[in-house]
């Protein structure tokens, strides 16, 4: 059984007899239960990182979501991955051996090793060449990026206070992925591409333990891409704490899975990532 | 949705004859088939696993008078398709009450509410992750933070890596972690309903 047929059983896009098969074999099997639960629990990592296609998200919500025992599980299993991105630190201060531990003398003798072979050798040469290409390519695009940072960095330069003044825009509002999958979400954080209008407004909900007002810095990612980066960005109160208040253009939203990755860097806590969808 | 069944002694010694002549053997069968049940409905994401499985347990020995048990039919079979047939019921009594609790409010108003129940149910949850995670032996604390924080694009190789970093295999640091986890979500739903 693949990993891709148990995640289209949760997905609820397997046809009957395959769903029977897995069913059966979970009652009458442990161990392979085991493995049902592993490929659940990559099925609601890619749904936190934002890595399933826009169907499966569909899917997802429609068929995976289905139950109060499963939207509360998520909501665990965010805090879980988030709480162990916090402690990360503590983990690499850890006794288990690292990477970079491996002797000096060894990586050496590995890197002469690997001159004395001609072939490994012209294959280092072309990466080389590669890499110098890719460099190349990158201070070209470099310039169009900041060109865009500027851009979207005037549009959000305004006074976000009145709200009333963003009548003509639409409006999203959303909470961190690890809050996602509460009870009535559905509909949130998705937007159809036919009716944008010029400008639409994203309200980020803020943890209710946030006390920082500034030094806040986002970034938005499409397909796991840095679209833009914008710096020293404020909070706003609302009726129930703080949100982070961002205009995005039309021009910059085309159909696909969206992450805002929102970062105070005057904490430097770990980052907070808001997921959308445009359809 | 729970239906009152009363269960009659003769249904119940059919039942665990048709697990066995051996009443010790039959007793295992019963808890064996019992256990995968609990699983069915773990998997299929309902909270009352436990219930949920004895309820089909008890419908199935209402009923074994009237089943064919003189072929090749297999117990699991049978369990499972009055399982699912639970589960249906399940999925659908639970839809109905969410429409029925559902409130006639604009969009604003709904999203607004399900910010401060998400905020609420996260600030309690996190106090509960911390205290949990603090039970674990620092060992298993440390597999669990390196396996879920692989920001990388390559989630497989990463936890390859941590397998040779701590001499399991893969299998068995999926494994490892799998039970942690669930070890971990015992935990902190227990807390948050202490709270």
Request: aromatic share 8%; glycine share 6%; net charge neutral.
């Amino acid at each position: 059984m693949s990993n891709e047929q148990l995640k289209n059983y949760f997905l609820g896009a397997l046809p009957q007899t395959e769903v029977e098969e897995i069913e059966l074999r979970v009652i009458g099997d442990e161990s392979f239960t085991e493995t049902v639960q592993l490929a659940e629990d990559d099925l609601l990592e890619d749904f936190l990182e934002a890595k399933l296609t826009v169907s499966e998200n569909e899917l997802f919500e429609k068929n995976y979501l289905i139950t109060a025992e499963r939207r509360d599980n998520l909501r665990i299993f965010a805090m879980m991955k988030q709480c162990a991105a916090g402690l990360t630190g503590e983990a690499e201060h850890s006794s288990l051996p690292k990477d970079n531990e491996v002797g000096f003398f060894r990586k050496i003798s590995n890197y002469f090793s690997l001159m004395s072979r001609p072939a490994l050798a012209f294959a280092m040469l072309i990466v080389i060449g590669c890499v110098v290409g890719i460099l190349v390519y990158q201070n070209q695009t470099s310039s169009e990026f900041a060109t865009l940072e500027k851009k979207y960095e005037q549009i959000n330069q305004r006074d976000f206070s009145d709200l009333g003044q963003f009548k003509q825009s639409s409006t999203l509002i959303l909470v961190s992925g690890n809050l996602r999958g509460a009870p009535n979400s559905g509909g949130s954080g998705k937007v159809s591409a036919d009716n944008l209008p010029e400008n639409t407004l994203f309200r980020l909900v803020l943890p209710p333990e946030n006390k920082s007002v500034s030094g806040y810095s986002i970034k938005l990612l499409k397909d796991r891409k840095v679209i833009f980066g914008l710096n020293q960005i404020r909070s706003h109160d609302n009726q129930f704490g703080q949100e982070i208040r961002l205009l995005l253009p039309a021009e910059v939203l085309s159909k696909g899975q969206y992450v805002i990755e929102l970062q105070n860097q005057q904490t430097n806590s770990a980052p907070l990532s808001y997921l959308f969808v445009v359809q | 949705m729970k239906k009152q069944i009363l269960l009659r002694q003769e249904d119940f010694d059919k039942l665990l004859d048709w697990f066995s002549a051996d009443r010790e053997k039959a007793g295992e069968e019963y808890e064996t088939v019992r256990r995968g049940l609990i699983r069915f409905f773990l998997v299929k994401g309902c909270g009352d696993s436990e219930n949920l499985a004895d309820e089909t347990i008890s419908r199935v020995t209402a009923k074994i008078s009237r089943l064919d048990l003189s072929q090749n039919i297999k117990p699991l079979a049978v369990f499972y398709g009055f399982a699912r047939n639970i589960y249906l019921e399940q999925i659908s009594a639970n839809g109905r009450i969410e429409k029925q609790l559902e409130p006639e409010i604009d969009l604003s108003q709904q999203s607004r509410q399900l910010f401060s129940q998400a905020d609420e149910f996260a600030a309690k949850g996190r106090e509960c992750l911390k205290h949990c995670l603090q039970n674990l032996q620092t060992s298993d604390r440390q597999i669990f933070v390196k396996y879920y924080c692989t920001e990388t694009t390559d989630r497989a190789q990463s936890r390859l890596n941590l397998a040779k970093e701590v001499n399991l295999t893969l299998n068995n640091l999926h494994t490892k972690v799998c039970r942690l986890k669930l070890s971990l979500r015992d935990c902190i739903k227990k807390c948050l309903n202490q709270k």
